[in-house]
């Protein structure tokens, strides 16, 4: 089954909710999922019934089915964290919701760096960033920032191990192919597919 052709519009399930976002070229949101007041940077993908809000990530991005960026904190300090003390509009005809509130939630984002994978089910918590490069295990929960190129997993997520040697990682990082034009990453393409990370650094470090 070949895959769906993608382009410098994003392709967006009907069923998806996009709201106060900017999407990137060759970028595709999933059926039923909620991405609001994010950026969803080039050639990344978010899959069906995710839910992301005040998030930027990176390019070439791949989050899986039913995760959760950003999840929404409930005000424990007050008498009540109940949603009324917040969206009130939505149970009282004469009051307006808590701007302050929303403020303070927007000011925790998730920062997510290029080429990061995250897997079914993980759950980042807000204020947390994921460097390049780093997977998050299918249901993990990230409490903690994850480092660029380290895998994680487990509840709270924990590192289990580097995917290269912080020497290649930091290459990789000066290499930066994530801004390469599409032209470029045609070009190299067999050389993604098949090339040794040291090989792939070798030939395309300037």
Not at 124 to 145: C, E, H, M, N, Y
Not at 164 to 172: I, K, Q, S, W
Request: net charge neutral; charged share 20%.
């Amino acid at each position: 089954m070949a895959a769906k052709k993608l382009g410098t519009e994003p392709l967006i399930d009907p069923t998806a909710k996009v709201r106060q976002s900017t999407l990137g070229r060759y970028t595709e949101i999933g059926a039923r999922t909620a991405f609001v007041e994010s950026t969803l940077g080039d050639y990344s993908y978010v899959v069906n019934d995710s839910n992301v809000i005040y998030t930027t990530i990176g390019k070439f991005c791949s989050i899986a089915a039913h995760t959760r960026i950003n999840p929404g904190n409930h005000p424990m300090q007050r008498a009540s964290q109940s949603h009324f003390t917040y969206r009130a509009s939505a149970y009282f005809d004469d009051a307006t919701d808590d701007d302050a509130f929303f403020a303070w939630r927007r000011s925790t984002p998730v920062i997510i760096g290029h080429d990061v994978w995250i897997g079914h089910g993980a759950i980042i918590l807000p204020g947390r960033t994921i460097g390049t490069g780093a997977v998050v295990a299918g249901g993990a929960i990230v409490t903690k920032d994850v480092a660029p190129y380290t895998i994680v997993a487990g509840n709270p997520a924990k590192p289990i191990r580097r995917r290269f040697p912080e020497a290649v990682a930091e290459r990789l990082m000066a290499l930066a192919w994530w801004d390469w034009e599409h032209a470029e990453l045609r070009s190299a393409l067999e050389d993604f597919r098949s090339l040794s990370i040291e090989a792939f650094l070798e030939k395309h470090e300037r």
